[in-house]
């Protein structure tokens, strides 16, 4: 992953890819934490994942909400960047190197308390994730984030576990640890 910062050692040769810039994924946690988080906050890295996970995967987020009985129609049907199958569902390693991004820049605060980690909007975290917001480049990931949150926003990130892979026993449960979900 790379810094658009970085960029200018980068073969133009090569095509760039979303996924392959950490700003990109840096915003759209910003945006999480500011649409799906309880005033900018969002209690462990579980429920970042799978709130993150629905984000990514509209197809999922779909089909879990006809699961659950919710007609919810999404725009998109792209997967926003792929995720692996971990310990406890869905997940990222970028997060680590993200999450210690944002942090370092001061837009956001991880708390540990107990085994998990509290994870907040500074004030300048959550002034960026408003500007965000208002960019027309992000408007289709807000409205989708803004769904996932009405949908599952009040769950606990145990619950979210176990929903997914309640639902999506063969497309995660059975996975292998670090295979890709699809």
């Not at 950490?22 to 709130?51: D, P, Q, V, W």
């Not at 792929?82 to 956001?108: C, F, K, T």
């Not at 979210?160 to 699809?182: A, M, P, R, T, W």
């Amino acid at each position: 992953m790379k810094s658009v910062a970085n960029l200018s050692n980068y073969s133009q040769r090569l095509p760039l890819v979303a996924d392959s810039v950490l700003e990109f994924h840096a915003a759209r946690l910003l945006l999480l934490f500011h649409i799906c988080g309880r005033s900018g906050r969002i209690a462990g890295l579980t429920k970042m994942a799978k709130l993150d996970f629905f984000v990514r995967y509209p197809e999922f987020f779909r089909r879990a909400c006809s699961a659950l009985g919710i007609e919810i129609p999404t725009t998109t049907d792209s997967v926003e960047a792929v995720m692996v199958r971990y310990h406890y569902g869905p997940w990222d390693q970028r997060y680590y190197h993200v999450l210690a991004y944002l942090e370092s820049r001061n837009l956001i605060t991880v708390e540990k308390t107990g085994k998990s980690f509290n994870l907040a909007l500074t004030k300048l975290g959550k002034n960026i994730a408003k500007e965000l917001t208002k960019e027309q480049s992000f408007q289709e990931l807000t409205h989708h984030m803004e769904q996932v949150n009405q949908v599952f926003g009040g769950k606990r990130g145990s619950e979210l576990k176990n929903l997914i892979y309640e639902i999506f026993d063969k497309e995660v449960g059975q996975l292998s640890l670090q295979e890709v979900i699809e």
